[in-house]
């Protein structure tokens, strides 16, 4: 007998259920989606490039629009009845029974949320993110829902963007990560499980860089930076079989992410052959008149039809001149069914023409137990540990008294965040819920929100605080954002904590009582003033419905801190765009020129690229997170000082736990391109390794590298490395100083 090869066992495998669906007479995908464009009239191919928003937000839009074919999707159609009704309409009484694909934004949870996107990037373990997405996927399909606006991958590197809440982060390979996790997780094996949903990676593309952090606005991108940044989660979401893909709101280079037929036809199609559909976001496509890109209705239909859009959300320029222009032979009939077609192929994925409605209403989906543990965990590994002086964390059996202090402690809205619209504020279990739990006897809990709202800026609520702090043995204080600060059009130009919260901090501090601080932010805060006179510091961002019990039990030690951040924090504003990966620059600073004294001297200490006036660096680098142990990293050793094309190359040091208790490390490995023909980030994460060890125990953390782990795209945009020399970089975070390096050449032919 011979074996085959894998991939040609596949190959054979689908030959012959082709073979076999033909001899039953079974239509493949291709022969359904064939046979219904030679049904369907130009009206009703139109109908299903129209995606309506059911309410006030779109225009009227009746059954019999449904009845007549007019209508291909719903964003947000209602509960599961409306649904129901809706589809029955399309399925049963339109012509020829297109089903409805219901759309709906399913972010970070449907009904158990998780914690923010960007929190969950901050977990660092995408098997778990995954688990969330199925999860999510599971209580959204069994309220009907077919598809979710999610997952968003755009890179950010600007915390005054509230979107950055919903991204993966400043990280393209922790973003390829996350967008994997997501689309294998909503998507499971088979689209049409019940319990999967279709995802859609979007804001297609680099929306995440708009000047200045306000929303909407304008990028410039250049294309090798955009292939080396912002299109490898979209790409490698596409390598993971995402169903759909959502344009963005941006003007990219000049042309709006709705028309770019380089993006959308070169790339998406030609390139990463993506075979799903691209739908738009939420009138983008007519924004085109106000960018100043498209004359008129009719224009955008044109545009966006030539670059690719195959679906319309709300704005119905498809629905008023398609036909038209058609009909005016500007637009070729092959192109709309190539379009109608894509969409068609996504329903019969999704098993809609066979099951077009919910499953069997199932009360104990939502808020299902195994749900929320996973809630828990992913909470709970998606807070880091900042800060942790005189290990006042876990709590020490000496504490018999904590006060907990600050609103965000006891807000389940805010603890919910940003886009999380079936999310409930009331299902979430608060720190101060979880807290009352661990209440005995031997350990009292007193609460005092000292603000009404973390915005408030009256001061009458401080005394009662301080009054509680003095008497506790520690103090947890709650500061950040509420959910309303983060999200779509929820840009900051300051990121210091709002109201008096600061000044709530102030007088905390003065009673000596140990504090630990808890961020609960939907992006990265400036608190350099805050973070020097409080022993602890968690960064808690949203973490969802289960955010209290994950904070208590990571408190406590009955869990542990493993999270890594997915951004770097800055000192102050000003610093902003700050981000790991960048350029050396002609002139970089040099490390001595930290700490640079406060106000603004009259003459520069050297002719480099710094500030005046604030340090260089980040508050906390990307990478970087605490854990209740310490770790060692040394003795890094590469199996050769060169890599030949083809070969591949070890990397491997000792880690050791020097601490006293069991923890979870994470070993990044970055690589520096010394040379290229273009200039190089001065280091970039291409992979990490979680690492449990007990106390005094080491091991060997062995990575493997291969020429692709060292390609990006060139000056002349052909992909590949690039001959020379490397640094290989070990370490606990992006920052210099927790990094063991070594050199190594590049050897091509
Ligand atoms: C957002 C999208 C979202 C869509 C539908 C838009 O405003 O940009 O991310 O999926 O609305 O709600």
């Excluded at 088979?190 to 929306?207: E, F, Q, R, S, W």
């Excluded at 601490?659 to 490390?665: L, V």
Aim: hydrophobic share 40%; glycine share 8%.
């Amino acid at each position: 007998m011979t074996l085959l090869d894998p991939s040609l066992t596949k190959i054979v495998l689908i030959i012959n259920l082709f073979a076999v669906q033909c001899l039953l007479g079974v239509p493949t995908d291709q022969a359904r989606i064939d046979a219904l464009l030679e049904k369907m009239t130009l009206a009703e191919k139109v109908g299903q490039m129209s995606q309506y928003n059911l309410g006030s937000q779109d225009r009227d839009v009746s059954e019999s629009d449904v009845r007549n074919g007019m209508v291909g999707s719903f964003l947000n159609a209602g509960d599961r009845e409306s649904k129901q009704r809706l589809q029955q309409i399309a399925v049963d009484e339109s012509r020829l029974g297109i089903p409805l694909i219901f759309g709906r934004d399913v972010i970070h949870g449907y009904r158990t949320i998780f914690p923010i996107p960007l929190a969950q990037s901050a977990s660092w373990n995408p098997e778990l993110v995954k688990a969330a997405a199925a999860v999510a996927a599971r209580e959204a399909a069994q309220m009907g829902i077919h598809w979710t606006f999610s997952p968003m991958l755009d890179i950010s590197r600007d915390p005054r963007w509230g979107r950055i809440a919903e991204s993966p982060g400043e990280d393209p390979y922790l973003g390829t990560l996350m967008a994997k996790a997501m689309v294998e997780g909503y998507q499971g094996n088979n689209l049409d499980d019940p319990n999967t949903i279709a995802a859609c990676a979007k804001h297609y593309v680099g929306y995440g860089a708009a000047e200045g952090g306000r929303d909407y606005n304008t990028t410039w991108i250049p294309e090798q930076y955009l292939r080396n940044v912002y299109l490898r989660p979209f790409k490698a979401a596409v390598e993971a079989g995402v169903a759909t893909v959502m344009t963005g709101f941006n003007d990219l280079n000049g042309i709006p992410a709705s028309a770019n037929v380089f993006t959308l036809r070169q790339i998406l199609r030609d390139e990463w052959k993506f075979n799903g559909f691209v739908v738009s976001d939420w009138t983008s496509m007519t924004e085109m008149i106000l960018h100043g890109f498209c004359v008129d209705t009719a224009d955008v239909a044109l545009k966006s039809a030539i670059a690719g859009v195959d679906m319309e959300m709300v704005s119905h320029s498809y629905q008023m001149y398609l036909e038209q222009l058609v009909n005016e032979g500007a637009i070729n009939i092959k192109l709309i069914d190539e379009m109608v077609a894509n969409i068609l192929g996504v329903k019969i994925k999704l098993g809609l023409f066979e099951n077009p409605y919910p499953p069997a209403e199932d009360k104990q989906v939502l808020l299902h137990a195994d749900h929320l543990s996973t809630a828990r965990q992913l909470a709970a590994e998606s807070m880091v540990l900042l800060k942790n002086e005189g290990q006042v964390l876990p709590i020490q059996p000496s504490v018999k008294r904590i006060a907990i202090i600050g609103p965000l402690a006891d807000d389940g809205d805010a603890q919910i965040g940003t886009w999380a619209p079936d999310g409930r504020g009331e299902d979430a279990i608060t720190p101060l819920a979880a807290f009352k739990v661990i209440e005995s006897a031997n350990l009292k809990i007193e609460y005092v929100a000292g603000l009404e709202h973390p915005r408030s800026t009256s001061t009458s609520g401080f005394r009662k605080a301080v009054k509680a702090v003095k008497k506790a043995d520690l103090a947890f204080v709650f500061v950040g954002e509420d959910e309303l600060l983060s999200g779509e059009a929820h840009n900051r130009a300051f990121l210091s904590l709002p109201g008096a919260q600061a000044e709530l901090i102030a007088e905390i501090i003065k009673t000596k009582t140990p504090i630990v601080l808890v961020i609960m932010a939907g992006r990265p805060l400036t608190i350099t003033e805050y973070i020097s006179e409080c022993e602890g510091v968690i960064y808690a961002w949203h973490p969802g419905t289960m955010g209290g019990p994950a904070l208590v039990d990571l408190v406590t030690g009955k869990s542990q801190f493993t999270a890594r951040l997915p951004v770097v924090l800055p000192r102050t504003v000003g610093q902003i765009p700050l981000y790991y990966a960048h350029m050396n620059t002609g002139r970089p600073a040099t490390k001595d020129m930290l700490g640079i004294p406060q106000g603004t001297p009259q003459d520069p200490i050297a002719y480099l690229s710094y500030y005046l006036d604030a340090d260089y660096t980040p508050l906390f680098d990307f990478g970087f997170g605490l854990t209740y142990s310490t770790f060692e990293y040394s003795k890094l050793e590469l199996s050769s000082r060169e890599m030949k094309s083809g070969e591949t190359l070890t990397a491997s040091c000792t880690l050791q736990n020097t601490g006293n208790s069991k923890a979870i490390e994470t070993a990044q490995l970055y690589i520096r391109d010394r040379f290229g023909s273009l200039t190089r980030p001065v280091k970039e994460l291409i992979g990490y390794q979680r690492i449990e060890l007990n106390p005094g125990e080491s091991t060997r953390v062995v990575f493997e590298l291969s020429e692709s782990d060292l390609a990006y795209w060139k000056q002349d945009l052909g992909f590949g490395a690039e001959a020379g020399e490397f640094h290989l970089m070990v370490g606990s975070s992006a920052n210099d100083d927790d990094l063991l390096l070594s050199k190594f050449n590049l050897v091509t032919e």
